[in-house]
């Protein structure tokens, strides 16, 4: 079964630093790819997905993710933090012909001015 | 499109007691699902459907059950709620083809059992 393993519960970064959410995957297909994000008291939202088109996946807000097959990873990015990427963040992953996605167990982005 | 829409928005139960969350899409989604959502543990999958008429378990379907008689409904119902209920409870729906796997979530139910 897919596996999605987040590392790090909590990331805290200086406002204007670099952003970067680690996400792996199990699966030796490669699967279809999901970044997720959570304001507080608000659903998921989508930020960006990997579908096979480009390892390079630019989303909203102006994070991106880039596919490593080799390294089984799909790490999230963002070059500047606005205080305004405080939430929640989750990696999910589907594959095999099932439409139903494994998430990780998310990683709360903290920001400080 | 209002997308998914979840009701209500929060609700105290007691111990014992069953209640319908209802989930609600209008855009003509094959499958939907429901999570619910723990301090630190993600999101936990306890039903989905593919379609009007079929439902699977997930991952945590002790204590719930479902029904999908349209293709917009998927109504998740609690019976003899427990404290281990408590939770965040999320719907979500997504295209049945590879279009993109994507699900859409709605905002969620808050469910404290006392």
């Known amino acids: 079964a897919q596996s999605v393993t987040q590392l790090g519960s909590h990331v805290s970064v200086s406002e204007g630093a670099l952003v970067l959410l680690r996400c792996n995957y199990s699966?030796?297909?490669?699967?279809?790819l999901f970044w997720y994000v959570q304001y507080p008291n608000q659903g998921l939202q989508l930020l960006l997905k990997y579908t096979s088109a480009a390892t390079l996946v630019k989303g909203i807000n102006g994070f991106e993710a880039e596919f490593k097959k080799s390294e089984t990873s799909f790490h999230l990015t963002k070059p500047s933090a606005h205080m305004s990427d405080a939430a929640e963040y989750f990696c999910a992953a589907a594959s095999g012909g099932s439409y139903i996605p494994t998430f990780g167990r998310g990683t709360s982005l903290i920001v400080h001015p | 499109n209002a997308g998914v829409t979840q009701t209500p928005k929060f609700r105290i139960l007691k111990i014992g007691q069953s209640m319908t969350l209802q989930c609600t899409q209008d855009?003509?989604?094959?499958?939907m699902y429901w999570y619910r959502q723990d301090p630190g543990m993600g999101l936990k999958l306890i039903y989905y459907?593919?379609?009007?008429?079929?439902?699977d378990k997930g991952e945590v379907p002790n204590g719930y059950n479902v029904s999908r008689s349209t293709t917009e409904d998927f109504p998740l119902r609690l019976e003899l709620a427990a404290p281990s209920q408590t939770s965040v409870y999320f719907c979500a729906s997504s295209y049945r083809d590879s279009r993109s796997y994507e699900q859409y979530f709605g905002p969620g139910t808050r469910l404290t059992v006392t």
């Open positions: 855009m003509n989604h094959n499958y």
């Open positions: 699966s030796s297909v490669p699967p279809y």
């Open positions: 459907s593919v379609g009007a008429g079929i439902t």
